[in-house]
């Protein structure tokens, strides 16, 4: 992918044009808190790998893990300097955007941050990618395949406590499939076991901070003032021997209407809004309606429905049968809209676009 | 004896590497019981089911590493742990008929716990139930075949 082209008498005869691919110098991510090992991963292999430097700005929330993988990278023999880790608070992300030998940011993170991020980058003439939040919608049609749309659900809704950017969020059902649908769905919802992590029996843990579990119970408070009712309430889930832990319990929303802050909001906890709606039009306007667009899903085993929803969809990951639309490494991943800020996804052929440039040569001999 | 650390099964990697625990068990007790001088005459046929044995394991390695496309977050409820630990345990001085009969009855009990895993994995993970049905059914053909030694 580092192969430029060239095409002889491509100026005029005897005159050769070639285009080169080089990479730039230093780049930089500016990483969250909720995959610590992975996300810088979509980054700093393809800015070395095309021959630049990186440094890696962990959230401060969670700085250890990039530290013990660096030391591995440092064990592997990979020369000094070409991957460093900085960790620090704002301050270190300024510093970054704003120094002159780095060429470009890598962020993902809340939409706030990823705006000025890209705002602030920008006026220092740096290369931005930066990806913001997400309220990802999951449709299921009334020809779904009922056990498993809802256990692949519960893994969208649920998994990583749902502090991620392409965790499941509204849960719209569309027709007569909703009230048979709902009931399942909460039974099983009721089965998660939530507790300490690393106990391997565990299928949820808590969510980072009392700060994040605030904003999540606040989210659901106001829900239910502003009219939805809790069918299943993890406000108040108490986990043996853990009473100091930030948990929050599945928690499934009824009665939720497009109005509701719930429906449109990143909540980043285990929280389902559940909604019912007439058609798939329907559900598609509400999608087109957010600010974000990171993800969508449709479940349904109607081939005209799917290709419907993969057309018209206008959000940055589509999964069909598929809640959790996170592609392989080579494939690019971003949002649209507020979801991210840039133009060059990360991963796939795009990271190696972002990482270098192209230099035109043209060639005459006397 | 072969020591086997049996997992709790309420998750379906859990419940997979129980079932990697229990190849590595009954290859165990095969090459065990190949040993025993009163049972010679069928020590071949126990060498073969170790070997067989110990390929199911690399098949459910497989299956685990390239077979499970799809992260299930939902309990496995309805499967004990204590109904299908084997012993690995074989009987010392064991003659061909009892330990025919003590590896049929570990056969008995690899068998139910695969047979169980594939009912519950059928309309979750088609492939992993495949697996494990098609592993079921071997352990109870195992079962006769040693019934008739």
Not at chain 1, 63 to 69: D, R
Not at chain 1, 165 to 170: D, I
Not at chain 2, 68 to 73: G, S
Request: glycine share 8%; aromatic share 10%.
């Amino acid at each position: 992918m580092m192969m430029g082209y060239n095409l002889e008498d491509g100026g005029a005869e005897g005159i050769d044009e070639d285009a080169v691919i080089s990479p730039l110098g230093v780049f930089g991510a500016v990483c969250p808190f909720n995959f610590p090992a992975m996300i810088p991963y979509w980054f700093w292999p393809y800015a070395v790998a095309t021959g630049n430097t990186y440094i890696i700005k962990p959230s401060s929330q969670v700085p250890l893990t990039q530290n013990y993988l660096t030391k591995l990278v440092e064990q592997a023999g990979f020369p000094p300097g070409v991957l460093n880790i900085v960790n620090g608070s704002h301050e270190v992300s300024d510093t970054m955007m704003e120094h002159p030998k780095v060429k470009g940011i890598s962020f993902v993170g809340s939409t706030p941050v990823a705006k000025y991020i890209y705002k602030h980058s920008a006026e220092n003439g740096k290369r931005v990618q930066a990806q913001g939040g997400a309220k990802n919608s999951l449709v299921v049609m009334p020809d779904a395949v009922m056990d498993r749309t809802i256990s692949n659900m519960l893994a969208s809704f649920y998994g990583c406590a749902g502090q991620r950017c392409l965790a499941g969020s509204n849960l719209i059902a569309i027709g007569n499939i909703a009230e048979p649908f709902l009931k399942s769905f909460v039974e099983r919802s009721k089965k998660i076991k939530v507790g300490y992590g690393l106990d391997e029996s565990v299928n949820m843990g808590p969510v980072v901070s009392a700060k994040a579990k605030k904003k999540v119970l606040d989210y659901i408070d106001g829900a239910e003032r502003q009219g939805a009712k809790v069918l299943l309430d993890g406000r108040k889930i108490n986990v043996p021997g853990y009473e100091k832990g930030h948990f929050v319990g599945p928690t499934v929303l009824d009665g939720v209407t497009p109005d509701m802050t719930i429906a449109k909001e990143e909540v980043f906890g285990p929280v389902v809004g559940f909604m019912r709606m007439n058609s798939l039009d329907e559900a598609i306007d509400f999608i087109h309606s957010s600010p974000f667009g990171n993800a969508a899903s449709i479940y349904t085993q109607s081939g005209k429905w799917a290709r419907e929803f993969r057309y018209r969809c206008q959000v940055g990951n589509v999964g069909i049968n598929v809640g959790l639309v996170a592609a392989m490494a080579y494939f690019p991943f971003a949002g649209y809209k507020d979801s991210f800020f840039g133009d060059l996804h990360g991963q796939g052929q795009d990271a190696i676009k972002f990482f270098t440039d192209r230099k035109v040569v043209i060639t005459r001999w006397f | 004896m072969v020591e086997c650390d049996f997992p709790e099964c309420n998750t379906f990697g859990s419940a997979i590497r129980f079932a990697l625990e229990l190849e590595k068990g009954a290859a165990g007790i095969y090459e065990d019981l190949a040993m025993e001088p009163k049972a010679a005459s069928v020590a071949e046929t126990f060498k073969a089911l170790a070997a067989a044995h110990k390929k199911r394991g690399e098949l459910l390695e497989f299956t685990r590493q390239q077979k499970l496309n799809e992260m299930i977050l939902e309990p496995i409820q309805d499967i004990r742990r204590e109904d299908y630990i084997i012993d690995t345990k074989t009987p010392k001085g064991a003659d061909v008929k009892t330990a025919a009969n003590f590896a049929a009855k570990m056969e008995a009990t690899s068998a139910k716990f695969y047979l169980d895993a594939a009912k519950i994995a059928k309309n979750l993970m088609a492939e992993a139930a495949r697996i494990m049905d098609k592993l079921g059914k071997e352990s109870l053909a195992n079962k006769a075949k040693l019934e008739a030694l």
